[in-house]
């Protein structure tokens, strides 16, 4: 019989914020993806990291590797804010943006890149992805993926997994609107996230176990260190999850954002919804959850209709338009982002619903461009570097 891990809670300030933000390296000639990741690290040197925040906790905003050769990861400090998150962004996109721009390469978001291929793709040299990449097989091969994580402060564990299963209720808000992914391999999907779907197949990601205690994840988890699945906690790809390194709960549902702005957004939906929830523990409210088989069909159908998708609303059955459901819900969140000091960023996802999510923005360049899937990775780029969608 395997033993409970002793997985902890590290200390957080409450709703405090951070982000991880993974982005593709992209040969400015041909569009493609480049294998430069190593190379970019290397040149960064001491430049991939800068020192803590005030008030960061030690942690230092850095860039880093990631599975593949395509991809950095951006990575904020302990934030109070959204704003001051960004402002690690920007700093760090600078510095790698230095070191890129001479080696010919650009960057770009998204969920997925439009037409790479896995045969052409390098894993990262690390032990642990040579572990991933021949234990998942073809699935491993496939993850050409990026997404954003935000990481948000939880200042008590026993509240860590009640708003983990609270926040599968707005899994498809947060689906549809950075919805990022509809081309795979040159082909178009006809799925707004391709990417959600992918990365489900890899053993131990997708939706969460709906954990009702602490003591069920430390079992859950000594039994997957017993049995092999996995070496670390962390290696637990769960769309949403407590991490009890550093006490918070990380969301990672997010396709990668195409540009800063709406990493923000997206970022400050986040931060609101988890302390809008929080707030409502503290009251002795009983937090709104759904049952798994609807979670599961939520995330199926903003998946493959982005921010046109019908979902479940609650455990009745009731459903409706996920656009609306946004709308009403960026309403509940204005007071909380008012606190946070997140209201512009928390406005302006009204703009992601009115103008399109970047899965719309690409389908709408592709038909331009009568299906040239170059010019839709060169908009993407643009976004990146312009900050703002097009």
Not at 97 to 117: K, S
Request: proline share 6%; aromatic share 6%.
């Amino acid at each position: 019989m395997s033993s409970p891990a002793q997985l902890g809670f590290g200390e957080s300030p409450r709703s405090t914020v951070g982000l991880e933000w993974e982005i593709g390296l992209v040969e400015s000639g041909s569009a493609n993806l480049s294998q430069s990741g190593p190379e970019v690290l290397a040149a960064l040197g001491p430049d991939a990291a800068f020192g803590p925040q005030a008030g960061g906790a030690g942690y230092t905003p850095h860039v880093t590797g990631e599975f593949m050769n395509n991809t950095v990861e951006l990575v904020t400090g302990v934030c109070r804010t959204v704003g001051s998150a960004g402002a690690d962004l920007t700093r760090l996109l600078d510095r790698v943006r230095a070191v890129t721009d001479p080696m010919g390469l650009d960057l770009m978001g998204g969920g997925t890149h439009p037409f790479a291929r896995a045969a052409d793709q390098v894993v990262g040299e690390k032990e642990r992805y040579a572990r991933i990449r021949e234990r998942t097989g073809v699935w491993g091969a496939q993850l050409i993926i990026w997404g954003l994580h935000v990481h948000v402060g939880v200042e008590r564990r026993d509240k860590a997994l009640p708003l983990m299963r609270a926040m599968l209720k707005y899994f498809p808000h947060l689906q549809a609107l950075s919805a990022g992914s509809p081309y795979w391999a040159g082909e178009h999907t006809g799925y707004a996230s391709n990417r959600s779907l992918l990365f489900q197949q890899i053993p131990s990601s997708g939706l969460p176990v709906a954990f009702e205690t602490w003591q069920e994840l430390e079992a859950y988890a000594g039994d997957m260190l017993h049995v092999g699945a996995v070496e670390a906690f962390n290696e637990v790809h769960w769309d949403v999850r407590p991490s009890p390194r550093f006490g918070t709960l990380e969301v990672r549902v997010c396709d990668g954002p195409t540009n800063l702005t709406e990493a923000l957004r997206l970022a400050a939906l986040v931060h609101c919804l988890v302390e809008h929830l929080s707030t409502q523990l503290d009251q002795g409210r009983t937090l709104p959850e759904l049952p798994p088989w609807f979670v599961e069909e939520n995330k199926f159908r903003s998946a493959r209709y982005g921010l046109d998708a019908t979902i479940i609303l609650d455990a009745e059955g009731n459903q409706g338009p996920v656009a609306d459901a946004i709308a009403k819900l960026l309403v509940e969140l204005e007071p909380v982002a008012q606190r946070l000091g997140c209201a512009a960023e928390l406005a302006g996802v009204r703009d992601i619903v009115r103008t399109g999510a970047s899965y719309q923005r690409q389908q709408a360049v592709a038909a331009a461009h009568d299906g040239d899937l170059v010019a839709v990775v060169r908009a993407m780029v643009q976004e990146m570097r312009e900050g703002h969608p097009l």
